[in-house]
């Protein structure tokens, strides 16, 4: 994402903004304190419209022929071009739009506290992260903050998506689980309706009380139910096994045809969980919540990515660390009602 962020140049300043913490690219402006959405829209350099024209034929004769089907969206402040060839029934949701949207599901500014806020490429994609009142308890003192984060392009290539993230406090790891009955994601319509906005905000809301009391609920279950160092690396392994190759040697316990990669790999995950310091508390020394912990962390803070948006698609977006985390609950909650039965040991 370094390479990405986008540079303001009128006003000189790269448009990215984070509260406290200087980001690891170096870029953008940074606070002490929380602000409230207007100042992040100004120092996050979001406060650019986006405009949406229709595409013009030009004709070997010279005739011009304005499309009533096809259009294109720019940034008049800078006169990009964002997205060519969007169809007519596409709305454009200005960056300030996204923020009242944050600002709609706590009732106002005072509830929502926003971390990070930018934009990428030429402008055509736009993230933020807010944190949300309150948090989760694991144990007596394993916090677990509540995140919202919306992304949102204006090059008509997808939706506002919209998703809950809890990530612990003592090592900012990205828990990210989906459960059952509720999903952490949504996505909703490029729309100007300022009331399906609001519908949309509210079902966010409730989605994410929803998450936070059925999750803080099946984390403090993990925390109380003990688990071997063998059963740890077992769950490890069938957390991360890439294809179902892999997957069928495991079961048989075929381990020469296993790759030295996905060895290294496992080795490294089950490393986090016996040695972190995150790993050394209460709720996760030994237990079905450290093992989770130890496949979110590894995701969260060894396995090496391309760029920092590569990090962010597979954490949260549905891809490969999101889904192998998603597994890694399962295979916890599993354990949770078979014991190593679960886990095919041999």
């Not at 490429?121 to 736009?126: A, H, L």
């Not at 490890?236 to 030295?260: C, F, M, Q, R």
């Amino acid at each position: 994402m370094a390479d990405n962020i986008n540079y303001n140049t009128q006003t000189g300043k790269d448009a990215f903004y984070s509260r406290k913490e200087i980001a690891w690219h170096e870029k953008g402006q940074i606070s002490e304190g929380y602000l409230t959405s207007a100042e992040v829209v100004t120092e996050s350099q979001l406060n650019y419209p986006v405009e949406l024209r229709p595409n013009v034929h030009r004709l070997d004769n010279g005739k011009e022929i304005i499309s009533k089907n096809s259009f294109f969206t720019y940034r008049p402040d800078t006169g990009d071009v964002l997205g060519d060839k969007i169809g007519k029934n596409y709305h454009v949701v200005q960056n300030i739009d996204a923020f009242t949207f944050f600002d709609s599901i706590v009732g106002g500014e005072g509830g929502i506290m926003y971390e990070t806020a930018g934009a990428l490429g030429k402008g055509e994609r736009i993230f933020i992260t807010a944190k949300l009142p309150g948090y989760i308890r694991v144990g007596s003192d394993d916090l677990i903050d509540k995140y919202l984060f919306l992304t949102t392009s204006h090059d008509g290539s997808g939706c506002i998506f919209v998703g809950f993230t809890p990530i612990r406090i003592v090592c900012n790891n990205t828990l990210n689980a989906a459960l059952q009955n509720c999903t952490n994601t949504l996505k909703i319509r490029h729309t100007a309706r300022a009331e399906e906005r609001l519908q949309q905000a509210h079902k966010v809301m409730g989605m994410c009380n929803t998450m936070a009391e059925e999750l803080g609920s099946i984390l403090n279950q993990m925390a109380k139910v003990r688990i071997t160092d063998r059963e740890v690396r077992r769950l490890i392994e069938l957390a991360l096994a890439p294809n179902k190759e892999v997957l069928n040697s495991l079961k048989a316990g075929d381990y020469k045809e296993l790759s030295t990669r996905f060895v290294n790999t496992v080795d490294e995950a089950y490393n986090y969980a016996m040695t972190n310091p995150s790993q050394q508390l209460d709720t996760t020394k030994g237990t079905v919540f450290g093992a989770y912990n130890a496949v979110t962390g590894y995701f969260q803070n060894i396995r090496d990515y391309k760029d920092a948006e590569g990090k962010m698609d597979s954490i949260f977006y549905g891809g490969f660390a999101q889904q192998k985390t998603q597994i890694a609950f399962d295979l916890c909650e599993a354990y949770m009602k078979r014991g190593s039965n679960a886990l095919m040991m041999n």
